[in-house]
């Protein structure tokens, strides 16, 4: 019989206290966490809905979700893929659903339900939940790991998981202390940036258009490095967010841009057609409507309320009729849809805000999350230095590596 810590109550640590009972309800498992209650970032993801994994099966059109870590991922993800994942669930009494866009919610609509089935599992099968327990510092004596807490007596443990999160939204515990953790046992911390984060932008005509999606453009970031993703995006009354901005955040972690020293955005609004092919379309609906205003032609290509803002930041007058629009104002109007310029100047929280960079990736296994470094000691979740886009895509990787960690953890000699 051995004893096991696993630090942190998050998806990771729920999957990798969860994988050793079912292989052996011999060992003597502490679920350390510093809340009252496990998986408070579970529960807040998606809204609160909790995007717990995605619909995709291709493992290897999944794994070109992670911008950094799919290497490492691969041996994780294979073991458990996102099948695996919807099929646990339900064997644990909490119907899933997929959504048109592949994300994968229970079908409640409630990530509570997902948090109670781990917690629910894991009581039946004696694992000590330590709630409200801060873990103060570790050290190795020998084979063993020594824990110590404020207010509660050391922990003597044979095997420890390190599963504590990032540092992206604090309010829920993930105080990015586990690096520290990680550091005090021999190993490097990798640089640490926000992914998967809203764009805060400085033009203020946004915020009229708050709520205003497109469901495809082609975004274009241009910093110290330039990196581009088409997908949808949403207005919102400061900036822009949604899946592509989300995306673009992920490439765009590691640079620093504010008020002072801003960022670019670059929006094409019709990535599928070129500026010929849409002035073209332009020309037929003008022809065709010689005595309606333009604004009723531009209305016809772009929601009614963007198209007015289009005029207005233009200058472009939205009551001529299309006889009477100069091809100069037309050229204007179409160059700002294939190429409108916005000023980003920070970041805003999204709905799986996570932290890019954590435990250099070359000091772990990737086929059983042990320390290459620390025999004993395991790594799961956003400790490490990996990162998904949204879609369900970083919790699926928080239960993966949490099973294999578990796995090992618990097998390994």
Same mark, same amino acid.
């Given at each position: 019989? %051995? &004893?096991?810590? +696993?630090? @942190? /109550? =998050?998806?990771?640590? #729920?999957?990798?206290?969860?994988?050793?009972?079912?292989?052996?309800?011999?060992?003597?498992?502490?679920?350390?966490?510093?809340?009252?209650?496990?998986? %408070? &970032?579970?529960? +807040?993801? @998606? /809204? =609160?809905?909790?995007? #717990?994994?995605?619909?995709?099966?291709?493992?290897?059109?999944?794994?070109?979700?992670?911008?950094?870590?799919?290497?490492?991922?691969?041996?994780?993800?294979?073991?458990?893929?996102?099948?695996?994942?919807?099929?646990?669930?339900?064997?644990?009494?909490?119907?899933?659903?997929?959504?048109?866009?592949?994300?994968?919610?229970?079908?409640?609509?409630?990530?509570?339900?997902?948090?109670?089935?781990?917690?629910?599992?894991?009581?039946?099968?004696?694992?000590?939940?330590?709630?409200?327990?801060?873990?103060?510092?570790?050290?190795?004596?020998?084979?063993?790991?020594?824990?110590?807490?404020?207010?509660?007596?050391?922990?003597?443990?044979?095997?420890?998981?390190?599963?504590?999160?990032?540092?992206?939204?604090?309010?829920?515990?993930?105080?990015?202390?586990?690096?520290?953790?990680?550091?005090?046992?021999?190993?490097?911390?990798?640089?640490?940036?926000?992914?998967?984060?809203?764009?805060?932008?400085?033009?203020?005509?946004?915020?009229?258009?708050?709520?205003?999606?497109?469901?495809?453009?082609?975004?274009?970031?241009?910093?110290?490095?330039?990196?581009?993703?088409?997908?949808?995006?949403?207005?919102?009354?400061?900036?822009?967010?949604?899946?592509?901005?989300?995306?673009?955040?992920?490439?765009?972690?590691?640079?620093?841009?504010?008020?002072?020293?801003?960022?670019?955005?670059?929006?094409?609004?019709?990535?599928?057609?070129?500026?010929?092919?849409?002035?073209?379309?332009?020309?037929?609906?003008?022809?065709?409507?010689?005595?309606?205003?333009?604004?009723?032609?531009?209305?016809?290509?772009?929601?009614?309320?963007?198209?007015?803002?289009?005029?207005?930041?233009?200058?472009?007058?939205?009551?001529?009729?299309?006889?009477?629009?100069?091809?100069?104002?037309?050229?204007?109007?179409?160059?700002?849809?294939?190429?409108?310029?916005?000023?980003?100047?920070?970041?805003?929280?999204?709905?799986?805000?996570?932290?890019?960079?954590?435990?250099?990736?070359?000091?772990?296994?990737?086929?059983?999350?042990?320390?290459?470094?620390?025999?004993?000691?395991?790594?799961?979740?956003?400790?490490?230095?990996?990162?998904?886009?949204?879609?369900?895509?970083?919790?699926?990787?928080?239960?993966?590596?949490?099973?294999?960690?578990?796995?090992?953890?618990?097998?390994?000699?």
């Amino acid at each position: 019989m %051995k &004893k096991i810590a +696993i630090i @942190g /109550g =998050g998806a990771a640590g #729920l999957m990798a206290a969860a994988r050793i009972m079912e292989l052996s309800s011999s060992h003597e498992i502490f679920l350390i966490e510093r809340n009252k209650i496990l998986g %408070k &970032k579970v529960i +807040i993801s @998606g /809204g =609160g809905r909790c995007n #717990l994994t995605t619909g995709l099966d291709d493992l290897k059109e999944i794994l070109k979700k992670y911008p950094r870590g799919p290497r490492f991922l691969r041996t994780a993800m294979y073991a458990f893929p996102p099948v695996k994942m919807r099929e646990w669930m339900q064997d644990h009494g909490v119907p899933i659903k997929i959504e048109e866009d592949m994300r994968v919610f229970p079908k409640s609509d409630n990530g509570m339900h997902v948090v109670r089935a781990f917690e629910t599992f894991l009581k039946k099968s004696g694992v000590q939940i330590l709630f409200e327990t801060a873990l103060e510092s570790v050290k190795k004596e020998g084979d063993k790991f020594v824990l110590s807490f404020d207010g509660r007596e050391n922990l003597l443990v044979d095997k420890l998981i390190l599963a504590p999160g990032g540092q992206a939204y604090r309010h829920t515990g993930s105080k990015g202390d586990g690096y520290s953790f990680a550091e005090s046992l021999g190993h490097n911390i990798t640089a640490l940036g926000p992914s998967l984060n809203a764009f805060v932008l400085a033009e203020k005509w946004i915020a009229e258009l708050s709520g205003l999606s497109f469901k495809n453009v082609a975004l274009s970031f241009r910093g110290k490095e330039k990196f581009t993703f088409t997908g949808p995006i949403m207005l919102t009354h400061k900036g822009i967010t949604g899946p592509a901005v989300f995306a673009l955040s992920a490439y765009s972690s590691y640079e620093k841009f504010d008020v002072n020293k801003p960022a670019k955005l670059f929006v094409d609004f019709f990535p599928e057609k070129n500026h010929e092919e849409l002035q073209g379309e332009f020309s037929k609906e003008l022809d065709a409507n010689l005595k309606k205003s333009f604004n009723n032609i531009l209305s016809r290509f772009v929601p009614r309320s963007f198209a007015e803002i289009i005029c207005k930041q233009l200058s472009v007058d939205p009551k001529k009729i299309s006889v009477e629009l100069s091809k100069k104002d037309l050229n204007k109007v179409i160059d700002a849809l294939k190429n409108m310029s916005f000023t980003i100047i920070g970041r805003s929280a999204g709905d799986e805000f996570v932290t890019a960079g954590g435990v250099d990736l070359s000091e772990v296994s990737a086929k059983t999350m042990e320390s290459k470094i620390c025999s004993g000691l395991y790594f799961a979740g956003e400790i490490l230095d990996y990162d998904g886009f949204t879609g369900g895509f970083n919790l699926q990787a928080a239960w993966a590596s949490g099973r294999l960690a578990g796995e090992n953890a618990a097998t390994v000699p």
